[in-house]
């Protein structure tokens, strides 16, 4: 199934119900790793807003859920490379474990950026988890991402959160871009 948003066409790529198998898996593996702890999920607006969504009713150990906002991206199919600076943080997650929860990873600058910022929160532990994971398309040594939901290869996608000129989020399933 093919979506035009803007000026470009795009392709399916992942079905939704792959999605939510996975976040699933996910949310499984998470109540298994935190069983211990009350872990404050962090989600990264605004591309996170339906994959937190969808983990988070997987997840069934006590939880806090909150949400905090960078931009890196500014309507292009590439990252710009410039990241602004973070909203929402406060200093709530001292002590306590922290699972920070992206759409996707592409770069990584976002997230070496965001991981330095939690970090001066004092939080006992930072785990990271995202939906989608480009190895090809990575500049920062981000280190290990605990919950990868799929490894991708290095295309623009959009739906389920992601953008393209802040269009498609609201796609249920993720499409890529396909190239002229
Ligand atoms: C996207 C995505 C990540 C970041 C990943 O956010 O949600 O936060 O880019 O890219 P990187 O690894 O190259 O830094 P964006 O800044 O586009 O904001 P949005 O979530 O509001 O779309």
């Known amino acids: 199934m093919k979506v035009q948003i803007d000026d470009?066409?795009?392709?399916c790529f992942l079905k939704h119900e792959k999605i939510i198998d996975r976040?699933?898996?996910?949310?499984?593996?998470?109540?298994?790793?935190?069983?211990?702890?009350?872990?404050?999920f962090i989600g990264v607006l605004n591309g996170s807003f339906l994959f937190l969504a969808d983990l988070m009713k997987e997840v069934s150990i006590p939880a806090e859920i909150s949400f905090i906002k960078v931009s890196s991206y500014s309507g292009q199919t590439?990252?710009?490379?410039?990241?602004?600076?973070?909203?929402?943080l406060n200093d709530s997650i001292k002590g306590r474990d922290v699972v920070i929860v992206e759409d996707i990873i592409d770069t990584g600058i976002t997230l070496?950026?965001?991981?330095?910022?939690?970090?001066?929160?004092?939080?006992?532990?930072?785990?990271?988890?995202?939906?989608?994971?480009?190895?090809?398309?990575?500049?920062?040594?981000?280190?290990?991402?605990?919950?990868?939901?799929?490894?991708?290869?290095?295309?623009?996608?959009?739906?389920?959160g992601l953008d393209y000129k802040e269009l498609g989020r609201n796609l249920k399933d993720i499409y890529r871009f396909i190239a002229e």
């Open 8 to 11: 470009k066409e795009f392709t």
């Open 23 to 40: 976040c699933r898996e996910l949310g499984q593996q998470m109540n298994e790793d935190l069983k211990n702890s009350t872990p404050i």
């Open 78 to 88: 590439s990252s710009s490379g410039v990241v602004k600076s973070v909203m929402g």
């Open 112 to 160: 070496t950026f965001l991981i330095e910022e939690v970090k001066k929160m004092q939080p006992a532990s930072i785990r990271i988890c995202s939906l989608l994971f480009k190895p090809d398309a990575l500049k920062r040594d981000i280190g290990k991402v605990d919950y990868v939901g799929f490894e991708i290869p290095n295309e623009f996608v959009v739906g389920y």
